[in-house]
């Protein structure tokens, strides 16, 4: 993801009702989704703003516990890559 197309979906999400913000959250609410946004520098604005502008406590609540477990799987993926090459 690049800045301007980061920029593009952020500025998407904000035009939104709740309803497909929730749409969006619930897509992107995957380990293997968030562990890609994640990694990107640009990616990490993307979420902010999903879960800046989502009004549903529950889906804030779902998407902060998966972006925990794929912070830990992406440092669990660090640790192994760095014990592989030592």
């Not at 990107?40 to 549903?56: A, I, K, M, S």
Request: contains cysteine; glycine residues 4%; negative net charge.
């Amino acid at each position: 993801m690049q800045k301007f197309s980061s920029n593009v979906i952020e500025k998407i999400i904000d035009l939104q009702d709740q309803e497909t913000i929730a749409a969006y959250s619930k897509e992107l609410n995957k380990t293997e989704s968030l562990k890609i946004l994640i990694k990107n520098t640009f990616g990490y604005y993307v979420l902010e703003r999903l879960l800046v502008q989502c009004n549903d406590e529950t889906i804030v609540a779902n998407m902060i516990s998966e972006i925990r477990c794929g912070l830990e799987a992406l440092v669990g993926d660090l640790n192994t890559s760095f014990r592989s090459d030592a």
